[in-house]
Each structure stands twice: as structure tokens, then as C-alpha cells.
């Protein structure tokens, strides 16, 4: 739900129009109860408030159009709707049922859902962060932190679009931290020159202008400062060990700070 919760808001906020049919939603809506994610009563009324924010979306698909698709049988109806709309793409994580080729005569292309929000990102910029900032806001049972929000997106394969949200979000937070710690008493002399602090999951080293994190998990560099400006990759993982580890920082800095008193 978060990820379409995330998606719904940005066609809300008018980033692209919304298409859909009454057989795409009692399809979504059927599997959701199937799980057990929904009751017949929610799944209604999930339909109705749907119906109510985009009155403009339904579509009405005939069957004759749907007979003639040549994609997976089960998503006939997704194409055929698609193609009443004058859509170009279809938003789906089910891609093997969507080949090209069956696509391609109605100038139509699948996207995955992480696609879909990392190419929202890149045409509207700053858009999607309102988006995502709102959404974390709005939920309050229960509540979610916007770190919290990206790693459920992460969790349902949108890793992409978390990634690049946050590192626009974090990466200087990080930054900072890291600029903190080589700076106290925890950092040792590095031998290759500069300074470096080897924690658990990451190891920071900061020569001059330089300073680079790396993840011990197999990714390597996770972020480079070099020369006034940030590149790299983060995950909310990234941003909840350095949030949690900022916070052991200060107390163990307070500590130090209190027991030099003392002495």
C-alpha cells in the first residue's frame, strides 16, 4: 500500500494522468482481500474513494478490443484499457506479462513501478520529494518517518527511486557526521594519509579534500565529498545506521567531555 499510496499522490499532484478500468480495479482490489490485506468492505470503499479523487480515469473497454490483445491472457483487459486511454505506459511489476512485442503496435512500453518513479523524479525535480514528504506526514496510524516510508518502498523493489531520494535528502546529514567523528578523539592516523574511523558497517577516511564512506557489505564507496560536492548511493539502512550512530557520537563525546571535566 505505501507504494501505491506513493503513486496515487503524484497523479494527484498532477505528474502524470491516471487510466484505469472497473477489471483492473476489482482485479487489484480482489487479490488484495485474497491475501488478506483487505476486507470486502475496504476493497469497495477503496474503489469508490478512487472513483471520487480521479472521476476522469475510468475507462470503459470493449471485448472486442480485449479478444484481439496478444500479451499474457490474464492482462488482456490491462492493454486493451490502455490503449482506450491513449496511454503510453503501463506501470506494472509484472513486466513478463507485458512483452514488447505485444506492446509495440500500440506504441505502449511496461515500466516497472521504480522506473516509472525514478523518471517522475527526473522530470519534475523536487516534485517527488513534496510527494514523499507529504505522504509521511499525512500517515499517523501508525506514523512513519520519511526513512521509515523509503525502506518500505525498498522493501517492494522500488530501490531506485528510495536510493535517489535519499541521498538528496541525507547526504549532507551524513556528510556532516562523518566530518565529526574523523575530527574526534575516535579517529585514527590512516596509513595511506589522512584520517579514518573503522566502525562495524562502514569505514570513513578523510584526506584533505577528500572524504569517502565505505559500506562493508560487498557495495564498496557508498558516498564520495570531494571538491565541494556529493556523489554515491545510499539506502534507508545507510540512513538509520548514521542516525543511530550519531547519536552513540554525541553521548560518547558528552561522556569524554564530562569525565575531562571531572579530571
Known amino acids: 500500500m505505501p507504494l501505491c499510496d506513493t503513486l496515487f499522490r503524484a497523479a494527484e499532484a498532477e505528474l502524470y494522468e491516471i487510466h484505469f478500468s472497473q477489471e483492473i480495479l476489482e482485479g487489484a482490489t480482489r487479490n488484495l482481500v485474497k491475501k488478506g490485506k483487505m476486507t470486502d468492505a475496504k476493497a469497495a470503499r477503496f474503489q469508490e474513494m478512487l472513483k471520487i479523487h480521479?472521476?476522469?480515469?475510468?475507462?470503459?473497454?470493449?471485448?472486442?478490443l480485449v479478444a484481439s490483445m496478444t500479451n499474457h491472457p490474464g492482462d488482456y483487459h490491462v492493454v486493451a484499457a490502455a490503449?482506450?486511454?491513449?496511454?503510453?505506459?503501463?506501470?506494472?511489476?509484472?513486466l513478463d506479462d507485458f512483452p514488447a512485442e505485444a506492446l509495440k503496435p500500440w506504441d505502449i512500453e511496461a515500466w516497472?513501478?521504480?522506473?516509472?518513479?525514478?523518471y517522475l523524479n527526473d522530470q519534475f525535480p523536487g516534485k517527488m520529494i513534496q510527494v514523499i514528504q507529504q505522504q509521511s506526514e499525512d500517515l499517523k496510524n501508525p506514523p512513519?518517518?520519511?526513512?521509515?516510508?523509503?525502506d518500505k518502498l525498498e522493501k517492494n523493489n522500488v530501490t531506485k527511486f528510495a536510493g535517489s531520494i535519499c541521498f538528496h535528502e541525507y547526504s549532507d546529514v551524513i556528510v556532516q557526521i562523518a566530518k565529526t567523528t574523523l575530527k574526534s578523539k575516535f579517529a585514527r592516523i590512516a596509513p595511506e594519509g589522512g584520517r579514518y574511523f573503522e566502525g562495524e558497517r562502514y569505514r570513513l577516511w578523510q584526506n584533505r579534500g577528500v572524504l569517502t564512506i565505505t559500506a562493508k557489505d560487498n557495495r564498496g564507496e557508498i558516498?564520495?565529498?570531494?571538491?565541494?560536492?556529493?556523489?554515491?548511493?545510499?539506502?534507508?539502512?545507510?540512513?538509520?545506521?548514521?542516525?543511530?550512530?550519531?547519536?552513540?557520537?554525541?553521548?560518547?563525546?558528552?561522556?569524554?567531555?564530562t569525565e575531562k571535566s571531572q579530571t
Open 83 to 94: 490503449i482506450v486511454a491513449k496511454a503510453k505506459v503501463i506501470v506494472t511489476a509484472d
Open 144 to 150: 512513519m518517518t520519511i526513512v521509515e516510508l523509503l
Open 54 to 64: 480521479f472521476p476522469e480515469a475510468i475507462v470503459e473497454v470493449p471485448e472486442h
Open 223 to 257: 558516498l564520495r565529498f570531494q571538491n565541494g560536492e556529493i556523489q554515491g548511493k545510499l539506502s534507508s539502512e545507510d540512513i538509520k545506521a548514521f542516525q543511530l550512530f550519531e547519536q552513540s557520537l554525541e553521548q560518547q563525546l558528552e561522556q569524554a567531555k
Open 112 to 118: 516497472h513501478p521504480d522506473d516509472f518513479l525514478v
